[in-house]
């Protein structure tokens, strides 16, 4: 039986999911993450109607890239022997000006990839490092790099530059957009679930521990609320989001911050929480009756807001919007808290709905929809991967 191996490697973990090359749909067959790779690492993974399992990875937990894939490797060969990995996708998050689509990985592209390091300095050389140890420990395997900027190449100059001197744009200093795996497989999950919808005006809200936006007309991206970089728009787990660059200025003249502590400050201290003084997380901040947990809750929800209207302006209208995320799929409270405030374009919450995690969250009475729908970019991945190979027709019929 032939497998598909999805791996989405970052700097302290490797999140692996293996699928049925010869299904399109349905539940992986066994997910797991290795974490703490620059500490101490521990395995987790499931394999479909299994238990969880977890354990430190040998010796004492030490464990680079190499080791995780090779880890890997022989968790799978143990708990699912005889069906073997017949292709590997890759989630990579910087394909830079060009890619639109996912690609076959040779040493050319490697290169070229590792050539838009400073694009995203703190995620592009861990995903290669994942796409090195596997070619290592899968030499003979077809292997496919999927962007999670490809989704958002079609935009024309004017929504992709900054009024910053043009020459930049052409040294690629441009707004790219992420999660474009996610958004991906949301319009297409919309075009089975509400076809009129997913040919319209949608927002999609992928709000998790990163979170972001995106504007998508008859199933293609218009616009994002992430710009160069991962950092840009919402508000996120432990990002600023959008900010006055008078700010960065400010910190950089007077408080004497040079790119570590800002890149620190901007990537790892902001966001939910630098604000909140407590957490990360919109768990512990729905939990907690602090006013700085409120204020934090209601400050996300409000530059959520606005970031939509800014977006529904893109669109020139709109007809629906879409949670999906870990925060978007899960927090009936946030949403109801974006909800309410978008009645203006002709939505009108359904409470109940909400409340229960209904896929339909809004009235059936009002003119736009609103919907939940759970992602999965390993699923994406792993569609990519079997297209790009040639196998998905080929796995179908055999
Ligand atoms: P990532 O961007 O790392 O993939 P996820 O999409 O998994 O993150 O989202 C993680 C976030 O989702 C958590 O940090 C948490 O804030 C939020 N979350 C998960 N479950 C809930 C819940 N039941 N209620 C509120 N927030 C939740």
Redesign the pocket.
């Known amino acids: 039986m032939p497998m598909v191996l999805t791996l989405n490697a970052g700097s302290s973990s490797v999140k692996f999911a293996l699928f049925d090359a010869a299904l399109d749909d349905g539940p992986a067959m066994a997910t797991g993450q290795i974490d703490g790779l620059a500490s101490h690492a521990i395995f987790t993974a499931r394999a479909a109607a299994t238990e969880k399992e977890c354990f430190e990875l040998s010796p004492a937990g030490r464990a680079d890239h190499v080791r995780a894939v090779n880890a890997i490797l022989e968790w799978i060969e143990s708990r699912l022997a005889g069906r073997s990995v017949v292709a590997i996708g890759h989630r990579i998050v910087h394909g830079g000006p060009r890619h639109a689509t996912p690609l076959p990985i040779d040493d050319n592209l490697i290169e070229e990839l590792r050539a838009l390091t400073p694009l995203a300095p703190l995620h592009q050389p861990h995903n290669l490092q994942g796409v090195v140890a596997a070619r290592a420990e899968f030499p003979h395997v077809p292997q496919v790099a999927c962007f999670d900027t490809a989704f958002h190449r079609g935009h024309p100059f004017v929504t992709d530059a900054f009024a910053i001197p043009r020459h930049f744009y052409h040294e690629g200093v441009r707004r790219y957009g992420f999660h474009g795996l996610s958004y991906e497989y949301i319009a297409g999950c919309l075009r089975r679930i509400a076809p009129v919808e997913a040919a319209g005006k949608v927002i999609i809200a992928h709000l ?3 979170a972001s936006l995106c504007a998508v007309r008859d199933g293609r991206s218009i616009a994002s609320s992430m710009g160069f970089t991962a950092l840009d728009g919402l508000p996120m ?1 432990t990002r600023c989001g959008q900010i006055d660059p008078g700010v960065l200025l400010y910190l950089m003249a007077e408080k004497g911050m040079d790119v570590h502590a800002l890149t620190d400050l901007l990537y790892n201290q902001s966001g939910l929480k630098g604000l909140s003084g407590l957490s ?4 512990d901040l ?1 939990a907690s009756d602090s006013r700085e947990a409120r204020e934090t809750i209601d400050h996300f929800i409000l530059r959520t807001c606005r970031k939509i209207g800014s977006l529904v302006a893109a669109l020139e209208g709109f007809d629906a919007i879409v949670f999906t ?3 978007g799929e ?2 009936a409270a ?1 949403r109801k808290g974006v909800l309410d405030r978008l009645r203006w374009l002709g939505l009108e919450p359904d409470d109940e709905a909400n409340e229960r995690g209904d896929t339909v969250i809004s009235s059936p009475a009002c003119r736009a929809r609103a919907f939940v729908i759970k992602t999965d970019e390993e699923r994406m991945i792993a569609r990519h991967t079997l297209e790009v190979t040639g196998l998905a027709g080929r796995s179908r019929a055999a």
Not at 280 to 283: C, E, F, I
């Open positions: 998790g521990n990163g787990g990360s997380d919109m768990r729905q995320g870990g925060i899960n927090s946030v």
